[in-house]
């Protein structure tokens, strides 16, 4: 393992132990810091809707927090990027307030993807209705092409639309190659 790698896993470890700090323990639904793929995201998914359907919340709010988490877990698997050694480093941590549920994430991404994430991300929180950010999905959809990984660039945004708040968006450079990414989003329960 190089020292890159190194410095990148102790970043990602010491953030994720932070937030998870600074989370009440009585809010916590699930807190997962650890490689992500198809069978990880599946037992994760379970444990989310079993976990949310326990808090008796209304169905809506329900059907939007397991969309974007299951959305947000499989953007993170395609689109999150790998260090020199191949390895993907990411969690998740999700909450309930009294007043939302709360979905924290990060994973790694090359600064390179860094301005346009960044434009892509504040464009969609500048849209103060919703009826103006469907718009600017059906646009999108209409006039996007796919991108290497099989993207349209939609996921943000329906992560926003379902969510109802805007993005809290934060990059930190972890180097000359790659910066941590970390996404909050907040479905209000009622």
Known sequence: ??????????YFDTQFEQKLASTNPNELIVAYDGVLNSETISKLESEIEGKILEKNLPKTVVRKVFFICVETLQNMLIHGFKDDNGAQHNYIILS???????LKTANLVGNNAVPKLSNDIEKINSFDEPSKLKEFYLEHLENNELSEKGGAGLGFITIAMKSGNKLGVQFNSLNDKFSHFSVEAKVNVE
């Open 96 to 102: 309930v307030t009294p007043t939302h549920i709360i």
């Open 1 to 10: 393992m190089s020292h890159t790698t190194n410095i990148i896993d102790e």
